[in-house]
């Protein structure tokens, strides 16, 4: 069946009040520690309605002795250890090239790279090799307060039977946070490249744009959907009329349908959300089309089990959510996304310049910024109007500091079902405890499965952390300060 048409988002976009115009608020924030194995206090219920009677402050993320006051000092020296290594440029790079390089096809010399992968940064990042040592991190995380978003690390498949063989490993997923104490995992996590071959999704989303220029384009195979692209969505991907789906690939996308749709039954009963990550734009059309289809049949009763996520660096980021939210209300569909800046810059770059197009994602990085404080604004003001979940997913302290505010000035309370935010396990450890300390439901996004299948996460993320001024600095500066402190306090 076809999409609905909804009007130009333009004139809604100014309808969006910023995150920034939250009055000032106070959350006390108190620090509690990197190491997640000891019990914290629980958050404070302060009500959040009176907007001027409190101080908003981030400060309090700042004091090392308080935050890692529970931390042994071995651990932290781990921590702070692993953090500096992947800030050091040329051994990032070493690493990198080695992990990538001929090297990894020796089996000795790939048992003692692997090896040193497993004690360094794969258990900085990563919570375990199977979904047994995975539940164990999260009873960790929330002995401390926190929850897990459990990512099974499986990223792509060539064809159905590599799909089948990952669907069933995001089933396991979501059967075993049955056994772990009710709300410790706050979703599940999926990758649609991993159950839906790449050149699927990128004939799907050719097809997609090209209805998009020319409604009169016939895609008989379509299901209900909220609208995929906006306006400004570029459509540079797709340079000529692509040949229609052929009977096998209409069967193949069925199957997809089928896939998503089992496993989102699966979340529902286990009573667990399943997030579906964003990719890059020449797949995320499809990516959309096949989250919104599940979340249309799914999402039920103010319960939203399927969610998407929508990528603030894209230009057309804000018209998509306006356009989305708005189709989404007048089929009576609640909606979750979870909301990042989004992590293929280079990538869409790239591709888009070699095209001879303009980049979609913003010209500055200030842009970026504005983008994503008026979306989180935006889905916190839905969700005071009983409407929609969000999950703010972010290292950004500004971004998190708004939406603190934000929450306060209209009143969503701090503990609320429909508010979480997240940050990567492994990072922003200040921002997530602060957080949490101030009330609010906090999730880490931690992967978990064989060394050798998280090796590309393990490699974004050294690319993210690498050199001086990079994501970790601040947990960096602050594991220092207290080791340093301790230092002396020993001496002395
Ligand atoms: C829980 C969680 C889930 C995630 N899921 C996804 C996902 O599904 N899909 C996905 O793509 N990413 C995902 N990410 C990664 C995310 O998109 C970011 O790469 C990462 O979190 C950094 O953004 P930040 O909000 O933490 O902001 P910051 O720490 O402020 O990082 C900003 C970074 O944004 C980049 N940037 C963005 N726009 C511009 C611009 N216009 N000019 C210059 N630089 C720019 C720069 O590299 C800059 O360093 C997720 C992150 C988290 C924490």
Redesign the pocket.
Same mark, same amino acid.
């Given at each position: 069946m076809a999409n609905r048409v909804i009007p130009a988002a333009s004139k809604l976009l100014k309808t969006i009040r910023p995150l920034n115009s939250a009055s000032s608020t106070t959350i006390s924030a108190i620090s509690q520690p990197i190491g997640h194995a000891e019990k914290a206090p629980h958050p404070t219920t302060t009500t959040t309605t009176n907007a001027d009677s409190v101080t908003l402050s981030l400060s309090s993320f700042d004091d090392a002795d308080k935050l890692f006051a529970s931390v042994s000092t071995s651990r932290l020296l781990r921590a702070a250890l692993n953090l500096h290594m992947v800030a050091v440029e040329p051994m990032v790079d070493v690493g990198m090239w080695v992990m990538r390089s001929r090297l990894m096809q020796t089996p000795l010399i790939k048992d003692v790279i692997l090896g040193l992968i497993r004690s360094t940064i794969y258990d900085h990042f990563c919570a375990g090799e199977d979904a047994v040592a995975a539940g164990k991190s999260v009873m960790e995380l929330n002995e401390a307060g926190l929850r897990g978003?459990l990512v099974y690390a499986l990223e792509y498949a060539g064809d159905n039977e590599a799909c089948d063989r990952n669907l069933q490993g995001f089933l396991d997923t979501a059967e075993s946070t049955k056994s772990l104490p009710p709300s410790s995992v706050s979703c599940i996590i999926v990758k649609i490249t991993a159950i839906c071959p790449t050149n699927l999704l990128k004939r799907v989303s050719d097809l997609m744009r090209w209805q998009h220029q020319d409604p009169s384009f016939h895609l008989p195979w379509k299901r209900d959907t909220f609208p995929i692209f906006s306006e400004s969505s570029p459509l540079y991907h797709t340079l000529e009329k692509p040949e229609p789906l052929t009977p096998e690939e209409e069967r193949d996308l069925e199957l997809v349908h089928q896939r998503l749709l089992k496993l989102s039954q699966k979340c529902a009963e286990a009573n667990v959300p399943l997030s579906v @990550?964003?990719?890059y734009t020449s797949i995320q059309p499809a990516i959309d089309y096949l989250t919104y289809s599940s979340a249309i049949i799914y999402n039920k009763d103010d319960h939203p089990i399927v969610y998407g996520?929508l990528?603030a660096?894209l230009k057309d980021a804000k018209e998509r959510l306006l356009l989305a939210t708005k189709a989404a209300d007048k089929m009576g569909v609640p909606m979750g996304f979870?909301v990042?800046?989004?992590?293929?810059?280079s990538s869409e770059g790239k591709l888009a310049s070699s095209l001879g197009c303009k980049s979609p994602?913003? @010209?500055?990085?200030e842009?970026?910024?504005s983008c994503?404080n008026d979306c989180a604004s935006f889905m916190l003001e839905r969700i005071a109007n009983g409407s929609d979940a969000v999950?703010l997913?972010?290292?950004?302290m500004e971004?998190g500091r708004l939406a603190m505010a934000k929450a306060h000035e209209i009143g969503v309370g701090k503990v609320h079902q429909k508010l979480e935010f997240?940050?990567?396990y492994g990072m922003a450890e200040s921002l997530s405890f602060g957080l949490k300390n101030s009330g609010f439901q906090v999730?880490k996004?931690m992967p978990f499965g064989p060394i050798q299948l998280v090796l590309p996460y393990l490699l974004r993320r050294a690319e993210?952390n690498r050199g001086l001024l990079s994501?970790s600095s601040h947990d960096r500066k602050l594991t220092r300060k207290e080791l340093m402190r301790r230092l002396k306090a020993a001496i002395i």
């Open positions: 978003m @990550d964003a990719e996520t990528q660096y979870k990042v800046r989004g992590a293929y810059m994602i913003h @010209d500055c990085i842009d970026t910024h994503y999950v997913a972010t290292h950004n971004s997240a940050q990567l999730s996004y993210e994501a």
